[in-house]
T-cell receptor, first 114, second 118 residues
């Protein structure tokens, strides 16, 4: 079982809908990430939170809005998405002190935009 | 220049045989970590194995081992005794830099799709 939990596993939404993706980890990690992954491609970084503060936004459109309510939770709020936003969205966490450490990923949310 | 190169888009292996997935990397940072992830068709990204740049010995985790050749900048994944459940996409990844706090960017390779044949 993964130690990073993402909900929902699947989401279908229209272009005018508002929805949220949720991510939770209980490994005591202080860095959390959102990635977008298209089929047969590696994950692409979207956002990084470090100690509950947004530290990296990889020029993501404003229709994606991240939120980190506490050190264990990470949300991604979605509004007015486009069909090209259909993808697998992965959450990850890691310990970012000292020597480079691996990121641990959730199972992902498969998002389809109609 | 690519920081992580996986030259095998797809590979086949017979069940119970061993297979090596290639990965080369490029960095000038003396402190880095190398990782392999497995991604089945269901989508979850499963962390398999980690090798730190200062580690003297090759990493092993069960049937997975990492053949780390620092001078050649290669970090190949060896899967012994392949099983049908090993069929998946495999990504090699690297993080650079020793920092106290802050973000250490991860670079992923393009992946190798492994198919295990019964």
């Amino acid at each position: 079982d993964t130690e990073v939990t993402q909900t929902p596993k699947h989401l279908v939404m229209g272009m005018t809908n508002k929805k949220s993706l949720k991510c939770e980890q209980h490994m005591g990690h202080r860095a959390m990430y959102w990635y977008k992954q298209k089929a047969k491609k590696p994950p692409e970084l979207m956002f990084v939170y470090s100690y509950e503060k947004l530290s990296i936004n990889e020029s993501v459109p404003s229709r994606f809005s991240p939120e980190c309510p506490n050190s264990s939770l990470l949300n991604l709020h979605l509004h007015a998405l486009q069909p090209e936003d259909s993808a697998l969205y992965l959450c990850a966490s890691s310990q970012d002190r000292g020597l480079p450490q691996p990121q641990h990923f959730g199972d992902g949310t498969r998002l389809s935009i109609l | 220049a690519q920081k992580i190169t996986q030259t095998q888009p797809g590979m086949f292996v017979q069940e119970k045989e061993a297979v090596t997935l290639d990965c080369t990397y490029d960095t000038s940072d003396p402190s880095y970590g190398l990782f392999w992830y497995k991604q089945p068709s269901s989508g979850e990204m499963i962390f398999l194995i980690y090798q730190g740049s200062y580690d003297q010995q090759n990493a092993t985790e069960g049937r997975y081992s990492l053949n780390f050749q620092k001078a050649r900048k290669s970090a190949n994944l060896v899967i012994s005794a392949s099983q049908l459940g090993d069929s998946a996409m495999y990504f090699c990844a690297m993080r650079e830099g020793e920092r106290s706090g802050g973000y250490q960017k991860v670079t992923f390779g393009t992946g190798t799709k492994l198919q295990v044949i019964p």
